[in-house]
């Protein structure tokens, strides 16, 4: 079974760039996508990006200039480096899972909540 | 981008109840629609994919049909730990959109 920990940066200021990783453990980072997905208080999902095993990348255009997603491998991990942040990044920010075929999420993080703030 | 617009928005209901949701894409997307639950304070939770897969361990009281734009969620007779927000999810082409949710309450 596929398990997913995402780190706790807690709050970012404005401006600033967002950093989490992913820690995946029961299964190989090397296999599948590698995705973020966030959710405003109160809102509704938004897929932020993904990487494959390959190390290539996707993104939502509403965010691509500021997104980067990446590998590490050697620790089994996969990261999300957000720039330039706003209070409207203010999130729960979910790591998640998907296989080769059709893109469902089936292995999900617990969620960690970013905020801006000064 | 491919928009995902769910009906009803919230959607009040008795224990036993058979409950349908609705998903409509902005166009085609043959059968790349998902489904997911999730419950306060909760990581999303995979009920259906490719519009009528149930999802490992998911009970058979949850079911999809649908394909093309219009897809639909049965939960046939709801459970009390059926009461949760539900959203649907393109997968035919990035951005992997999700519908607005449906908040299935209890009436």
């Known amino acids: 079974q596929v398990q997913l920990q995402e780190s706790s940066p807690g709050l970012v200021k404005p401006s600033e760039t967002l950093s989490l990783t992913c820690t995946v453990s029961?299964?190989?980072?090397?296999?599948?996508?590698w995705s973020w997905i966030r959710q405003p208080p109160g809102k509704g999902l938004e897929w932020i990006g993904h990487?494959?095993?390959?190390?290539?990348?996707n993104y939502n255009p509403s965010l691509k200039s500021r997104v980067t997603i990446s590998l590490d491998t050697s620790k089994n991990q996969f990261s999300l480096n957000l720039s330039s942040v706003t209070a409207a990044d203010t999130a729960v920010y979910y790591c998640a899972s998907r296989g080769y075929g059709h893109a469902y999420f089936d292995y999900w993080g617990q969620g960690t909540l970013v905020t801006v703030s000064s | 981008d491919i928009q995902m617009t769910q009906s009803p928005s919230s959607l009040s209901a008795s224990v036993g109840d058979r409950v349908t949701i609705t998903c409509r894409a902005s166009?085609?997307?043959?059968?790349?629609l998902n489904w997911y639950q999730q419950k306060p304070g909760k990581a999303p939770k995979l009920l259906i994919y490719a519009e009528s897969s149930l999802q490992s361990g998911v009970p058979s009281r949850f079911s999809g049909s649908g394909s093309g734009t219009d897809f639909t969620l049965i939960i046939s007779s709801l459970h009390p730990e059926d009461f949760a927000t539900y959203y649907c999810?393109?997968?035919?082409?990035?951005?992997?959109?999700f519908g607005q949710g449906t908040k299935l309450e209890i009436k």
């Open positions: 990487v494959s095993y390959s190390g290539t990348t």
């Open positions: 029961g299964g190989s980072i090397s296999s599948y996508y």
């Open positions: 166009q085609s997307i043959s059968s790349y």
């Open positions: 999810q393109q997968s035919y082409s990035p951005p992997y959109i």
